[in-house]
C-alpha cells in the first residue's frame, strides 16, 4: 500500500503541490487526470523523490519517511521500493537493452550476472523485445525504448511502478504497443501509478481515478462513475474538453 | 648556409633517448591534471561552498597566465614554501634534493587540470539530467550514478577535446627545459649546438614529435570507437 500524506511542494512562492493525501491499495492501478500544470507530475516525482517535498508523509509498504527530515539514506531506502517510467524513456544511453534491464539488478540488487542476465531475457521477452537484447536505445524505436523502460521498472519487482505520461512522447501509431504492455503487467496484479491523458486506457484498466487540478485532488473515483458521472463542475469542464467525441454539436 | 641531410638522421638518432622524458612528463601532468580537473569540474558542478569558488580562480587564474610562467613560479616559490615548513617542522627536509623533473611535474599538472577541468565539465554537462533520474530511479546511488551512468557518457563526450589537452601537454613539455630537464626538444638543442646543424637537428625534434602526435591521435579514435559504440553521431 502507498501511502501519501499531507504532500506540500513549492517552487519559490509558487505552490505546486497543497497538501495532497492518496491512498493506493495493493495491486490497484490509479491514473491521475489533470491539465497540465496541475502537479500530476511533480506528484509523482516524489514519490521517487526524484522531487523533494516540502513536507508530508510518503509511505510505501511499511517504509514511512518524513519529507522535511527525510536522510539521504532514508531516501535511498525508499526508491528502492518504486521504480519509474519516463515519458523522456532515460534509457542509459550507453547501455545495450539487456544491459539497461541487468543494470538495477547486478547493481543494486546484488544479483550474480548470469542470474540478472537470465530474469533481464525473461522480462524482454514479455515485452516483446527478444530480439532486440544487444541493440543499443538509439538504434530503438521511441515504442520498443519505451517497452524496455519498462522492464527496465519491471525488473527491480518494486512495490509500485510509476508511469509519468509514458505515451505522450510517442508517435501515434507506437502508443498502442506500449499501452498493450502496460495493460498486459496491470492485469498481473502490480501496483501502479499512472499519469496519463489516454483516456480510452484509463476507463479500461484503472481501478481509481484522481483528477487533480492547481496542486489539489479535485474528485477521485472509480473510472465508471468519474467518466460518466462526475461530481465537481472543474472535472467535467476538463473532461468536457479532452473528449470532444461525446459532443456531437457542430 | 648548406643543409646536411645525413644529419637529420643522426640527431634523430640521438634524440630517441630523451623520447621517455618526454612522455614521462606527457603521461605524469595528463594523469595528475585529470585528477585535478575532475575534482575541479565536480566542485564547480555541485556548487560545493568554498570548494567551488577555490575551484572557479584556480581555472581563471591557470588559464590567465602562461604555462611557462607557472613553471617558472613553482620552480622559485615552492623550495622557499618548502624549505619555511620543513624548517617549522623540523623534517629536515633540503628542497635542494627535489629532483628537477618535479618541478615539471608539479607545474604542468595544475596547468593540465585548469584546461582539463573545462573540458571535463563540458563533458559532464552534456549528459541529460534524465540519466540521473533514471539511475535514481531504479535505486542507484549518488556514487553509483556518477560512475556508472554518467562518468561513461561524460568521457565519451569528452574524448575529442581531451585528446587535445594530451596534444597540448606532450608539446608544452618542451618548456621544461627552462628548469634543466632535458626532453626531446631540448636534446636537439644540445646536438645542435655542439654540431652547429640547428634546422637538422629541430627537424629531427619536429618529426618525433608529430610521429608521437599521430600515435596520440590513432589511440584516440580506437578508444573513441569503442566507448562510442553507442552513438550513432550528434549531426552526422
Sequence with gaps: ?250 | MKIDPSFIWTAFVNLLSAIPTTLLITAVSVTAGFLIGLAAAFARIYKVPLLSQIATAYVTFIRGTPMLTHLLLIYFGLPVLVDALSAQMGWGFKSSSIPMIWFAFISFSITAGAYMSEVIRSGLLAVNRGQLEAAYSIGMTTWQALRRIVFPQALAVSLPNLSNSVIGMLHGSTLAFTVSVVDINAQAQIVASTNWKFFESYLAAAAIFWGLTLLIERLTAIIEKRINLYNRGGVA
Excluded: W
Design chain 1, 1 to 250: 500500500m502507498i501511502q501519501l500524506t499531507d504532500i506540500s511542494k513549492s517552487y519559490g512562492k509558487n505552490a505546486v503541490l497543497k497538501s495532497i493525501d492518496l491512498t493506493v491499495n495493493k495491486g490497484e492501478v490509479v491514473v491521475i487526470l489533470g491539465p497540465s500544470g496541475s502537479g500530476k507530475t511533480t506528484l509523482l516525482r516524489c514519490v521517487n523523490y526524484l522531487e523533494k517535498p516540502n513536507g508530508g508523509e510518503i509511505a510505501i509498504g511499511d517504509y514511512r519517511v518524513q519529507c522535511k527530515r527525510a536522510t539521504k539514506k532514508e531516501i535511498h531506502e525508499l526508491r528502492q521500493r518504486s521504480a519509474m517510467v519516463f515519458q523522456q524513456y532515460n534509457l542509459f544511453k550507453h547501455k545495450t537493452a539487456i544491459e539497461n534491464v541487468m543494470e538495477g539488478l547486478v547493481v543494486v540488487k546484488k544479483l550474480p550476472k548470469a542470474e540478472a542476465r537470465q530474469k533481464s531475457i525473461a522480462l524482454l521477452e514479455k515485452v516483446g523485445l527478444a530480439d532486440k537484447l544487444d541493440a543499443y536505445p538509439s538504434q530503438l524505436s521511441g515504442g520498443q525504448q519505451q517497452r524496455v523502460g519498462i522492464a527496465r521498472a519491471l525488473a527491480l519487482e518494486p512495490e509500485v511502478i510509476l508511469f509519468d505520461e509514458p505515451t505522450s512522447a510517442l508517435d501515434p501509431e507506437l502508443v498502442g504497443e506500449v499501452l498493450s504492455v502496460i495493460r498486459k503487467i496491470a492485469k498481473e496484479g502490480i501496483t501502479m501509478i499512472v499519469v496519463t491523458h489516454e483516456m480510452g486506457f484509463a476507463r479500461d484498466v484503472a481501478n481509481h481515478v484522481v483528477f487533480m487540478d492547481e496542486g489539489v485532488i479535485v474528485e477521485q473515483a472509480p473510472p465508471s462513475e468519474l467518466f460518466h458521472n462526475p461530481r465537481e463542475e472543474r472535472t467535467k469542464q476538463f473532461l468536457k474538453r479532452i473528449t470532444p467525441e461525446l459532443n456531437y454539436s457542430i
